[in-house]
């Protein structure tokens, strides 16, 4: 945007606002939010302390003990020991004319061998009044660029960005977002949580900012629950195996539900001794094949609200093709991966033009889909709806050949070559597995 302030003057005109002061607390990767203040100028009009703790013994001293370092439990429990130390030291001299914050992160920058996963929390604890309630702002980021100096940079960027984005920039929670990624893009900085709460955010749907995030390219993929807070992936796919049922959902069925669970019986036969129980999930992308179909945000909330309703979170994502997905998901888990499809689905996805701009077409994205421990799980369609499922499809039905009555099953249709010879490849390898319908009740 053209009138962006460079990052630089927004950490001096908050220093030089005598209503708004702070602590600052950073564990991990360094103390890059704190030093841009210092860096400009005035730095004490706007910070009371600064506090950094890279020692475990020294974080749990001050912070109490914690399961894993950079998570949502320890971010709040720094806000909660920042903000109250704060507001116990300060309310007395000068709470009647300040609006005090705690900003807090917890990050694992990227180390010296390259091989850890690297994210942080990131979260802010805010009056918007003189001894007001508070209200709050907890993020979750994956950072994205190759080195730790520059994940240090954006860093620092997104926490300047986040203070001035509450105090100044808040009027919606859609310019808040825009003002968390200004300087910044989704190449360096990927949101994946947001939790936005308190009175300065009245009447807040979460579920409407996480889709706005993902539509705006502030996220690839934010999972609803079925209950509780928006968690990220980290932590809700986590060396976890997968059952992931793509699909427009434009009227959410049982037979939705049906699949899963037909996926999970399947799944139980497949590895039956094994260690984790699969998460079972829906997704819907903001960006379908077909852009004459692309939702709006009231209609995909509706969808992922019916879809809830069946017992299993909701991914929403910008990803058009199915192979980017496998590339997301194992980013978090390298367990088993089994996408849930119906039949005419799996048919179009040998679709050459359904791959225009590839240079490989079909083969080169059934190569990146079916990855490492990845396979499709086909379930069937009864043969009267199939020709009505196909009309809606790139399909050619003169190529295909199925059973006139009762189920349509993978391994009982037929499809003329060429592309007849990779559908048939694919399932005499054990990519393609066919599903069978769940006893009724």
């Known amino acids: 945007m053209a009138n962006e302030l460079p990052t630089q003057q927004k950490a001096l005109s908050l220093n030089l606002d005598p209503t708004i002061y702070g602590t600052i607390a950073e564990i991990g990767a360094g103390q890059e939010v704190a030093r841009w203040f210092y860096r400009v100028g005035g730095a004490a009009g706007t ?4 506090m950094s703790a890279y020692d475990m013994a020294v974080s749990d001293a001050v912070y109490g003990k914690a399961g894993r370092y950079v998570s949502r439990e320890r971010l709040l429990a720094m806000l909660d020991h920042e903000y109250g130390l704060l507001v ?26 390259g091989t850890n996963e690297c994210h942080g929390w990131i979260g ?3 009056q918007t009044e003189p001894r007001g309630a508070p209200s709050q702002v907890l993020l979750h980021v994956n950072l994205r660029d190759p080195a730790n100096l520059l994940q240090q940079e954006a860093l620092g960027i997104l926490g300047v960005n986040l203070l001035h984005g509450v105090y100044y920039e808040r009027a919606t929670p859609t310019a808040l977002l825009a003002a968390l990624f200004s300087g910044l893009s989704l190449e360096r900085i990927e949101l994946d949580a947001v939790e936005l709460s308190g009175p300065a955010f009245p009447d807040l749907d979460p579920r409407r900012v996480a889709v706005k995030a993902v539509r705006d390219g502030y996220a690839n993929a934010i999972v609803l629950p079925t209950e509780g807070p928006i968690v990220p992936p980290t932590e809700a796919l986590r060396k976890r195996p997968i059952l992931l049922e793509r699909g427009l959902f434009r009227t959410v069925k049982p037979v939705y539900g049906a699949m899963l669970a037909a996926a999970r019986t399947r799944f139980q036969q ?20 077909r852009r004459e179909e692309t939702p709006s945000d009231d209609e995909i909330i509706r969808r992922a609200d019916e879809l809830l309703k069946l017992g299993a979170p909701v991914a929403i994502t910008r990803y058009t093709r199915s192979y980017r997905l496998t590339e997301h998901l194992r980013r978090y888990t390298a367990e088993p991966l089994r996408f849930v499809m119906g039949l005419p689905a799996v048919l179009e996805l040998l679709e050459a033009s359904y791959y225009d701009g590839m240079v490989g077409g079909a083969l080169e994205a059934m190569g ?20 009505d499922l196909l009309r809606r ?20 249709i037929k499809v003329a070559p060429p592309t007849g010879h990779l559908y048939d490849y694919l399932l005499d390898s054990g990519w393609i597995v066919p599903l069978s319908r769940e006893p009724a009740g």
Do not use: C
């Open 368 to 387: 990146k889909l079916l990855a490492e421990n990845v396979k499709l799980y086909v379930y069937p369609v009864d043969a009267s709806r199939l020709p």
């Open 270 to 289: 497949e590895f039956p001794g094994a260690e984790h129980e699969p998460l079972s999930m829906f997704e819907i992308s903001l960006q379908p094949a």
């Open 124 to 126: 802010l604890r805010f």
């Open 47 to 50: 910070v009371a302390k600064t």
């Open 393 to 412: 499809s790139r399909l050619d039905p003169t190529e295909l050949s199925y059973p006139a009555w009762g189920d349509v099953t993978a391994d009982n």
């Open 88 to 113: 116990a030291r300060l309310d007395a001299a000068r709470g009647a004319d300040t609006t005090f914050f705690a900003f807090a992160d917890t990050v694992a920058a990227r180390n010296y061998a």
